[in-house]
């Protein structure tokens, strides 16, 4: 099952008020005529060579094309999609990828271990990189080091929902869809510990009767 994801960790707490969803042409429009490209314009769309990403990103491309953004969707290799396809930022420049569509799972279901990958500049590299839209907002990592040493609880809380409004207004990032997974288990189950990161059961600790 599907459903409309929010810049902040799926199941943990506290996240930032959302606006309404839905499409917004005239505010499309409007963001073309901003940048100078009123008339829209032409990029490259990669996406994982994956039949369920590429039908999203020829979904996308069908809806981009009615404000004018004539978007090219490049399926590449999944086995090397991000570590090096768009893993290695001088490649998305090289390449022209104006658009990315990338799935991304925080290593814990923490906002830290969620927001930083994305956002935080000073972790960029050439192999790997997680920062796919290539945020280098000074701001943003200010934000980023004072909810770290806000430590935990509620008052960290607040400063990474400052942290996910900031990346939202740096518009670097559009969340699309959120993957949910529907766990089934037998009676015989035991110690059948959800691992929420990893989507399924913790096999180490698992057994039947």
Aim: with cysteine; net charge neutral; aromatic share 6%.
């Amino acid at each position: 099952m599907q459903q409309v994801s929010e810049l902040w960790p799926g199941g943990v707490r506290g996240g930032p008020p959302e606006a309404a969803h839905g499409p917004d042409p005239a505010a499309a429009r409007a963001a073309l005529q901003a940048c100078g490209k009123p008339s829209g314009f032409s990029t490259v769309l990669a996406v994982a060579d994956l039949p369920a990403n590429v039908a999203l990103a020829e979904a996308l491309r069908e809806q981009l094309a009615h404000v004018g953004i004539t978007a090219t969707v490049k399926a590449l290799d999944a086995a090397t999609f991000y570590a090096s396809d768009i893993g290695d930022p001088k490649n998305v420049v090289a390449r022209g990828y104006g658009i990315v569509l990338t799935t991304w799972t925080a290593d814990f279901p923490t906002p830290d271990s969620f927001l930083a990958p994305l956002l935080d500049g000073r972790g960029i590299r050439s192999v790997g990189n997680t920062d796919y839209a290539g945020v280098t907002d000074k701001a943003v990592e200010a934000l980023i080091d004072s909810a770290r040493a806000a430590g935990t609880g509620d008052a960290a809380l607040a400063h990474w929902r400052e942290v996910a409004a900031a990346a939202r207004r740096t518009s670097s990032y559009v969340p699309l869809a959120e993957t949910r997974v529907q766990l089934l288990s037998g009676e015989r189950l035991r110690n059948g510990v959800a691992m929420q990161p990893y989507r399924g059961y913790d096999l180490a600790t698992a057994g039947v009767r």
